[in-house]
């Protein structure tokens, strides 16, 4: 019997790594199929990653990005391209996680709390300032 938490590889689809680097640009890193066994699979085609670091005003950031090729040159001479091209994406998606962070703030029916008490304010309190002062649509 299986643990449904518990991580299991797919034996149908594993990868041998090999690293390449030029010690300054970044790294490819280039995955050839292979069986359970550890032999090449012919039946799938190799994939090629790039990696790179990029800097921003909060410090590095990784990025990993997929480089269309067919062989390893093939892949370096694509590097830049498909590297801005990473860049680029991952750019609109903190874009986007940023406007959805921006979103999600929410503001309870009345303003704050007791908001559905005249003027406001807690029970008890002696008073305090009237209304809320944001109004939703």
């Known amino acids: 019997m299986t643990d449904e938490s ?11 790594e090999e690293t390449y680097t030029d010690l300054k640009t ?3 890193k ?3 199929p292979v069986t359970a066994e550890g032999m090449a699979d012919p039946n799938r ?18 990025l990993s ?4 090729a ?6 370096v001479e694509k590097y830049g391209e498909a ?4 860049i680029r994406e991952t750019m609109e998606e903190l874009r986007r996680l940023q406007q959805e962070q921006a979103s999600s703030l929410v503001i309870p029916k009345g303003g704050a709390p007791g908001g559905d008490m005249p003027g406001g304010s807690f ?3 002696g008073g305090g300032m009237p209304g809320g002062g944001i109004k939703l649509p």
């Open 45 to 62: 085609k190799e994939m090629f990653l790039g990696q790179a670091t990029i800097m921003t005003p909060v410090g590095s950031l990784p």
């Open 30 to 32: 280039r995955l050839i």
């Open 70 to 75: 067919d062989t390893l040159k093939d892949a």
């Open 6 to 16: 518990q991580a299991h590889m797919d034996p149908d689809n594993l990868y041998r």
């Open 123 to 125: 029970p008890g309190a």
């Open 26 to 28: 970044g790294t490819i």
């Open 83 to 86: 590297a801005e091209k990473g």
């Open 65 to 68: 990005f997929e480089i269309e």
